[in-house]
């Protein structure tokens, strides 16, 4: 697996300018480019490509639907590397509508982890009064579902910002947390438009 895998903290960031489709940089805690990611556009289905940096020439991570039309978007997660199926992330649709949830699978489709949006109260006031105030999402996984990562975006009106922070490594497939926040910032992006 790709060292740049191996972080604790990761800052996902919107590319402000971009002609067709979603960009994002991730960078690691010393602010370094560890993956670059671009969403094709003009397809059916949705299909997010992870790169080792803007150049594009090594592709790390496809994240991608199996079906055309899935409002419960379930997420294909491959290592394009290998050819390895790493898991998928599936978003609960009904259950997003007031309050995103996630879960994580393993390559044999068991359940093995949750993101939720931490509180109520502040994913309703994102969704209704202003999509300006700072969602906090949490990490769930193993026995007794321990907080393992939580993702907070922050404040800011022009570029859309979320940092992770790994609690507990290696308790999920730290590629599945990273497509997680990929799909976070796309899914926001969509949200906010």
């Keep these: 697996m790709n060292s740049a895998f191996q972080h604790k903290e990761y800052l996902f960031r919107r590319k402000v300018f971009t002609l067709l489709g979603a960009a994002f940089h991730v960078y690691d805690e010393n602010k370094n480019v560890v993956f670059y990611s671009r969403q094709k556009v003009f397809r059916i289905r949705e299909d997010f490509r992870v790169y080792s940096d803007e150049s594009m020439k090594q592709e790390i ?59 109520w109260l502040r994913a309703l006031a994102s969704r209704f009064l202003s999509n300006l105030i700072p969602q906090v999402y949490v990490i769930t996984a193993g026995a007794g579902g321990q907080e393992i990562a939580d993702i907070k975006r922050h404040f800011n009106p022009f570029i859309l910002r979320y940092t992770m922070k790994i609690i507990v490594p290696q308790v999920l497939d730290p590629r599945l947390l990273i497509a997680s926040g990929i799909l976070l910032a796309g899914i926001e992006r969509r949200q906010e438009n």
């Design 61 to 119: 991570l496809t994240i991608k639907t199996p079906h055309i039309l899935d409002i419960w978007a379930t997420y294909n997660v491959q290592d394009p590397t290998t050819g390895e199926n790493v898991g998928s992330i599936k978003r609960r649709a009904l259950k997003s509508i007031l309050r995103d949830e996630w879960t994580f699978f393993s390559p044999d489709e068991k359940e093995i982890g949750n993101l939720i949006e931490r509180s």
